[in-house]
C-alpha cells in the first residue's frame, strides 16, 4: 500500500461547499492507510503545477485531531 496523498486545496474547496460525503470518503481512505501502515501526505498546490509538502499524519490520533478541524468549519 502507498501513502495517501490529499490536496490541501481541495479539502478546503470541499470545506467551502459542505461536501461532507465527499470529505468522509477522503477521510476513511486516509485512515485505511494509516492501518495499513502507510501515511496521510497533505500537499499545497501552486498556481504553476507544483506541489508542497504541507503535512504528514501517520497515526490515528493525530488523522481524528485533523478531522475535527476540517469540519469545525462546516
Known amino acids: ?7 490541501v486545496n481541495k479539502i478546503e474547496d470541499l470545506q467551502m461547499t459542505k461536501d461532507t460525503v465527499a470529505l468522509d470518503i477522503i477521510f476513511q481512505r486516509a485512515k485505511s492507510a494509516i492501518v495499513g501502515g502507510c501515511a496521510m501526505i ?14 504528514e499524519f ?15 468549519f462546516l
Open 58 to 72: 501517520t497515526s490515528l490520533e493525530d488523522l481524528e485531531a485533523y478531522k475535527k478541524r476540517v469540519y469545525k
Open 1 to 7: 500500500m502507498e501513502d495517501y496523498v490529499i490536496s
Open 42 to 55: 497533505l500537499v499545497r498546490e501552486n498556481r504553476d503545477g507544483s506541489k508542497d509538502k504541507f503535512e
